[in-house]
């Protein structure tokens, strides 16, 4: 039994239907990607796992329906959602923000330590402890992002579009991190990229959607060498 | 120069009870992007709920807490029942419907308890002391003492605890908040609940002073409105500071201006929101950040 | 709340039956309810001039009281002072609450909604102490008594030849007010109708939009705050006539109150709906008085207490009730019924699903 199963999700906004049927899995403690191009529906995948927009079909998460679940809630499973625009609560500091990511957790010693991990990881992020997140440059609000989504203590990350605005040597530190943790703490990823090179490297499963619908499927390996594909869908 | 000192305490001690009333307001404002018409009214029964408790032999020192916690329980309900099923509708519809509610609260408290003026006993005496040579009262010390010791708690409670941060999260990203496990809707709840114990506050501190009576608040929402519009309405530090500005001024207004006089010091605080709207809308704290809809 | 009510094609028929009802009515009840319901005209017409504030272009006053109360007092001074025809007071004071009004509706210009009902608010509490203060010029707390208006002879030799009794100083003053209140809501629906109304109701829906397409905004939210406060002031002028009294307690701020109240029951955006509201704001108190004591259904503690408060509780549950469940009050509530019964008669199609994507290829 996989950790995310998606089944034939309808969803969309108000009379615009955007997902057609769309069905993924996502494996304990793997990273799988999704790609596609602007409005394909990736956006809206992840929002319906997390309840932020009506969706039909099926989705079950460790075994148990996300059906009519508030986000909140849903969240509350162990699932950590990086929305596009990263989410940062700027009116408050980098500080609060990161305790928002662990404030529902009861495990005082081992929030600590991960606290100690994430300023290992972003160091910049202790020394902007005190500050107003919304100082932070974008890669830097990524990283709190990260950061917060981590402390979380997920089962499962749902990362949109992280490299979107970065400059890529900044994308490759973010891209480490996220494979440190995905390695370390067995956290599985579902990861939403429009650059599927990085994306492909980094998972090992990719669905590729087109018009609300799963196109095409399969090993990131697989996909990286069939060059078809790489130029009809992913664009290199 | 010791009258002007006793009137600027006399100003200060006002200006606690406008500055609690006006918290309230930008409590809720802060959640909801509303101003709440009924916070008055709403403050007026919970001072009707601390006299009953103390006329039936409970001691002051514990009818208001306890008070304070009906008041608390008590916005609880009301955003619950009135307020959230309608949560989504535009500003307008709920304006109209703290209205209402201020309507509704008022009429009631009017047929429970008449409109005749009752006295309100207060645990300070108004006996004076003598302070740098100006005779300050008992009673305006303890005004300020009290409302300051809860502006304080609720400071503490929203800067240094983990609700508190659930609270402003809430209020200023519900989204993202819920991203983050936060059920943004109770949050709401609780912060009308604050705002309503805050408010009760202001309301038990003015009743020995003007008497208890259903229509005893509609003065004093002027004056809270004018200090939460001076002090920016989104900034709870700026409704503190601008509840003491609108009190001293309006204290010294009434006591060094002939034209002005007794009667007249409410339109000083008219004078005031005008003014700030006109020349510096978000006040002296408010930020003119694009509010979200 | 707001919504889009289309402009539906004027009911003529409807229209002549209401105002035959209305002139023919002081012929079938007593003196003292002719008076009554001229009292609701005037609501009516004060109402009328808030909806067209609020309904047509989205700015909300709470302040409306204090221009009635201008109204009344410009007339009650220029009859009692300087001894001038009431009539003739009456559009004077109009006019100069338009003004007044206009003026006010420049700096509203840059506050926003929220902003405008507070600080309308603020002034509508304020407004009795301010009126107090010009004792020699208002009377102060104890305000000005004016002479009962006496009809003239036309007006009494009509009436007597029509009904066969004299005419009392309440049905004339029935009547002035029927006449305004034509006038003046034959002028609204104009207004509605025309250029002005139209572009008010972009402004209402959308300022962006409406600056984009060229709408003179601030011209335009300014008239719309003048002409609201003209008619509140003509109301005003006419309570004051039907009343022979004014002082500053007869305009507190519940009165601003119940124009909102009676604005939102009728419907905002409609002609008809300020009629409407004006007669339930009048009558809903004084009917709930008189009647929830006869209900043996009502608990004995649940009546007194209604009846004891007055109309606050009535009022503040009614706005509450109706904003939750009827926001576009009754004529809304008619306009949709009719819209929903309309659709279900005709039937609804369903929407075709779009052409299905190719299935999914699995790379192996």
Redesign the interface.
Known sequence: MALLELEEVRAGYGPTSVLHGVSLTVPEGEVVSLLGANGAGKTTTLRAITGGVRWTGGIRFGGRSLSRMHTEDVVRCGIAHVPEGRGILTELTVDENLKLGSHLRRDGPAVRKDYDRVFEYFPVLRERRRLSASTLSGGEQQMLALARAFLMKPRLMLLDEPSLGLAPMIVRAIFEIIRTINQADKVAVLLVEQNARIALEMSTQAYVLEVGRVAVTGSSADLKGNDSVRKSYLGY | MQELLQQVVSGIAQGAIFASLALALVLIYNAMGLVNFAQGEMAMVATFIAFTLISRGVDYWIALPVTLVIAFAGGIAIQRIVIHPVERAPLLTLVIITLGLATLLNGLAGALFGYVPRSFPSPFSVQTVDILGAFVSYRDLGVIAVSGAVLLAIYLLLQRTTVGLTLRAAAHHPEASRLLGVHVSWMLALGWGLASAVGAVSGIMVAPIILLEPNMMQTIIIYAFAAAVLGGIESPLGAVIGGLIVGVTVNLAGAYLPFVGGDLQLAVALAIIIGVLVLKPNGLFGRPTVRRV | ??QRLRTTPPRYGLVAVAVLFFIGLPTVIDSFQAGEWAQALILAIAIMGLNIL?GYSGQ?S?GHGAFMALGAYTSAILAHRYKMDYLVTIPIAGLLTGVVGFLFGV?AL??S???L???T???A??AP??I??PAELTGGVQGISLPPPIPPQFAKDAFTGLTGVPMTSDQWVYYVTLAFALLLFWLAWNLVRHRSGRAMRAIRDGEVAAAASGVNIAGYKTLAFGISALYAGIAGSLFGLGTSFVSPDTFP??LS?QL??GA?IGGLASIPGPLIGGIFAYFLPIESNQWVPTQTWIPSQIA???V?????????????LI??FA?NGIVGLITTGYTRLRRRLRGAADRE??Q???D?????
């Open positions: 709340m707001l609020v909300l709470l700096p840059r506050l909604a929220l902003y009902a507070l600080a608010f603020a002034l509490v304020v102490s301010l107090k203060r701020v519940s109150i909102l109240v939102v007194s207490t209604v004891k408060a007055g109309p606050a509780v009535s009022y503040g549950a009614v706005l509450i904003m939750i926001p699903a779009g299905m994507p190719p999914a290829q699995t790379i192996s």
